[in-house]
């Protein structure tokens, strides 16, 4: 898709070409993140180019302990947090210490297509179920799914791609699951939580923390998405303070952080971020987008489910096959990924990290598809 757009903007111009396609931010970070990058090339700090700890410099990974703790409630500290090349990073490290061989995970879809890849890298195995036809977590098929071979069960609220926030009310239920479960086949299965969108939520919707909720939890998230960083590649890792050998589990960690060939997160993100744990990029912003596509795509007969974070709609296909749909958005130089690629056929994403006056150019382009497919039926 990213290819294709580029072919079209260069046949018809960029102004008329509506791409839809990548969660790539073209909001700029905030102004706290330029001071602070400013202050540091202006005064650098002597040997901040250097290795430190493969978990990260202890002052940044205190920041963010601070901020959980007041977020969940729970005791986390500076050594339950481990700086990482991004969440796609930290994804690959946790299931590199956690997965033995042929070990599942399982997965609620619709999902990032990515997490497939991520669990095969290390001998695991996806076990993918699906969710409620409101896209929150269906317990009884993920009960249903846990077997002697279940590790760990990956969780994404806001999710990617349907903007769905789980409420508190489900991961105690999935806690409770977990407990019985593990309980039952005599192993510890962890809740990992991938987090990249908790801070962009709209209409005063609270991300419950997961690290509050369930105990045996690891969350990994980025700043790609909450500072609009995604090339500087800077996330973490936190566990959960009441899983049993949390140490143990910290050393396995930073070990893969290691050996995985990361080694350590970016040394001057790490500086740059420590300050910023509680700034993030402009959410109204990101919410006029949304209201405008929504209400827009809906007036005109598009079905979906009012997102109420990250920063994706995912709308019913009026076809039966998203791939036709997406070839026929095309032809209008619409760009959007087919739901099939989150495992999820009949729906299709758009991804409104874009300009806004790339929105409103494309209005009447959606109005031309859905009269051309015969919406509203």
Same mark, same amino acid.
């Given at each position: 898709?990213?290819?294709?757009? %580029?072919?079209?903007?260069?046949?018809?111009?960029?102004?008329?070409?509506?791409?839809?396609?990548?969660?790539?931010?073209?909001?700029?970070?905030?102004?706290?993140?330029?001071?602070?990058?400013?202050?540091?090339?202006?005064?650098?700090?002597?040997?901040?180019?250097?290795?430190?700890?493969?978990?990260?410099?202890?002052?940044?990974?205190?920041?963010?302990?601070?901020?959980?703790?007041?977020?969940?409630?729970?005791?986390?500290?500076?050594?339950?947090?481990?700086?990482?090349?991004?969440?796609?990073?930290?994804?690959?490290?946790?299931?590199?210490?956690?997965?033995?061989?042929?070990?599942?995970?399982?997965?609620?879809?619709?999902?990032?297509?990515?997490?497939?890849?991520?669990?095969?890298?290390?001998? %695991?195995?996806?076990?993918?179920?699906?969710?409620?036809?409101?896209?929150?977590?269906?317990?009884?098929?993920?009960?249903?799914?846990?077997?002697?071979?279940?590790?760990?069960?990956?969780?994404?609220?806001?999710?990617?791609?349907?903007?769905?926030?789980?409420?508190?009310?489900?991961?105690?239920?999935?806690?409770?699951? =977990?407990?019985?479960?593990?309980?039952?086949?005599?192993?510890?299965?962890?809740?990992?939580?991938?987090?990249?969108?908790?801070?962009?939520?709209?209409?005063?919707?609270?991300?419950?923390?997961?690290?509050?909720?369930?105990?045996?939890?690891?969350? =990994?998230?980025?700043?790609?998405?909450?500072?609009?960083?995604?090339?500087?590649?800077? %996330?973490?890792?936190?566990?959960?303070?009441?899983?049993?050998?949390?140490?143990?589990?910290?050393?396995?960690?930073?070990?893969?952080?290691?050996?995985?060939?990361?080694?350590?997160?970016?040394?001057?993100?790490?500086?740059?971020?420590?300050?910023?744990?509680?700034?993030?990029?402009?959410?109204?912003?990101?919410?006029?987008?949304?209201?405008?596509?929504?209400?827009?795509?809906?007036?005109?007969?598009?079905?979906?489910?009012?997102?109420?974070?990250?920063?994706?709609?995912?709308?019913?296909?009026?076809?039966?096959?998203?791939?036709?749909?997406?070839?026929?958005?095309?032809?209008?130089?619409?760009?959007?990924?087919?739901?099939?690629?989150?495992?999820?056929?009949?729906?299709?994403?758009?991804?409104?990290? =874009?300009?806004?006056?790339?929105?409103?150019?494309?209005?009447?382009?959606?109005?031309?598809?859905?009269?051309?497919?015969?919406?509203?039926?």
């Amino acid at each position: 898709m990213f290819e294709e757009g %580029g072919r079209l903007k260069a046949i018809y111009g960029a102004d008329k070409v509506y791409d839809f396609t990548l969660g790539n931010p073209t909001d700029e970070p905030p102004q706290a993140f330029r001071q602070a990058l400013q202050e540091i090339a202006t005064h650098p700090v002597p040997g901040m180019h250097r290795y430190m700890s493969n978990a990260g410099y202890a002052e940044t990974r205190g920041a963010i302990a601070e901020v959980l703790r007041e977020d969940s409630g729970e005791d986390v500290q500076a050594d339950h947090v481990i700086m990482t090349v991004g969440a796609g990073g930290g994804l690959n490290v946790i299931f590199k210490a956690l997965l033995d061989p042929e070990d599942e995970v399982i997965i609620s879809a619709p999902f990032f297509v990515e997490y497939k890849f991520y669990i095969t890298n290390h001998g %695991g195995t996806p076990v993918v179920v699906q969710s409620r036809e409101d896209f929150q977590l269906d317990l009884e098929a993920i009960g249903a799914a846990i077997t002697e071979k279940t590790k760990a069960i990956i969780i994404n609220s806001p999710n990617n791609p349907t903007g769905v926030v789980y409420s508190g009310k489900s991961l105690d239920q999935l806690h409770q699951l =977990v407990e019985e479960k593990s309980a039952q086949y005599g192993r510890t299965i962890y809740v990992v939580s991938d987090e990249p969108y908790a801070k962009i939520v709209y209409d005063q919707v609270k991300v419950p923390p997961v690290l509050g909720h369930i105990r045996n939890s690891i969350v =990994v998230t980025s700043h790609s998405k909450d500072l609009a960083l995604p090339g500087e590649r800077i %996330g973490y890792i936190a566990v959960s303070p009441r899983i049993d050998q949390v140490a143990l589990l910290v050393d396995g960690l930073v070990f893969c952080n290691r050996i995985l060939g990361f080694v350590n997160a970016p040394a001057l993100m790490q500086r740059l971020v420590a300050g910023i744990q509680r700034e993030s990029v402009d959410i109204q912003a990101y919410q006029e987008k949304r209201d405008l596509l929504y209400n827009h795509l809906t007036s005109i007969g598009f079905e979906m489910v009012k997102p109420e974070g990250a920063f994706y709609l995912f709308p019913k296909s009026p076809l039966e096959k998203d791939i036709d749909f997406v070839e026929a958005a095309q032809k209008h130089n619409i760009l959007v990924v087919p739901g099939s690629g989150f495992g999820q056929p009949g729906y299709f994403r758009i991804a409104y990290c =874009v300009d806004k006056a790339m929105i409103e150019r494309s209005l009447p382009a959606f109005t031309a598809l859905a009269k051309e497919l015969g919406l509203p039926k």
